[in-house]
């Protein structure tokens, strides 16, 4: 079955430092989600990425998908103590069904 | 609009009972999830549903049952229940299989 493999699983960041999450999936995919969860809480999602090479930004926030449409990235700008929280993505290889990755549990310390 | 509402927010069971797991939602959506989070673990599917009367198995779906007789509500039941089944339980919806609106998730131990 499809996989989506999602790394680090842990960063610990000085606030104000940068951070990149990736992700990677087995099969092509047709959109790729994600969704951020801060400690405690339920998924909330940031953003749907489509077409291949596709990149949008939301303030700090930067999401890439892969030419192949088989990778991801997020990456966070200047991190703030509101950043923390675990970040998942999530793939869509054309069927109802999302699957997600193990997420990465982001840590700023002031 | 109250979303995606879970309940109970908390459980605690013992093995070998049973529970349905509640959630309903007020946006009219057809799709309908249910995800189990273990530490670490990320989401697994268990059970979705693309409108009322049809279900369909997600990635772990043994030890569960769901139903789907309406377009707001979608319980989850545990028959028998045993430790595996100790996780954080999230239902989710969606209006057309892309962006998950998910409820605040019920915490479920078995002793």
């Known amino acids: 079955g499809q996989q989506v493999m999602q790394i680090p699983q842990y960063q610990h960041v000085q606030e104000g430092e940068d951070f990149t999450t990736y992700c990677n999936s087995s099969?092509?995919?047709?959109?790729i989600q994600w969704y951020k969860q801060r400690p405690g809480g339920h998924p909330v999602f940031l953003i749907q990425?489509?077409?291949?090479?596709e990149v949008k930004k939301q303030k700090r926030l930067t999401f890439q998908f892969g030419e192949a449409k088989k990778n991801s990235s997020l990456h966070i700008t200047a991190t703030q103590t509101t950043d923390v929280g675990t970040y998942f993505c999530a793939g869509r290889a054309g069927s109802y069904q999302l699957t997600f990755g193990k997420g990465t549990k982001l840590s700023v310390i002031p | 609009n109250a979303g995606v509402t879970q309940t109970p927010k908390f459980r605690i069971l013992k093995i070998g009972q049973s529970m349905t797991l509640q959630c309903t939602q007020d946006m009219n959506h057809n799709y309908m999830y249910w995800y189990r989070q273990d530490p670490g673990m990320g989401l697994k599917l268990i059970y979705y549903?693309?409108?009322?009367?049809?279900?369909d198995k997600g990635e772990v779906p043994n030890g569960y049952n769901v139903s789907r007789s309406t377009t707001e509500d979608f319980p989850l039941r545990l028959e028998l229940a045993a430790p595996s089944q100790t996780s954080v339980y999230f239902c989710?919806?969606?209006?057309?299989?892309?962006?998950?609106?998910f409820g605040a998730g019920t915490r479920l131990s078995v002793l």
């Open positions: 989710a919806s969606t209006p057309g299989g892309d962006i998950q609106y």
């Open positions: 099969t092509t995919l047709s959109n």
């Open positions: 990425l489509v077409k291949s090479g």
């Open positions: 549903s693309v409108g009322a009367g049809i279900t």
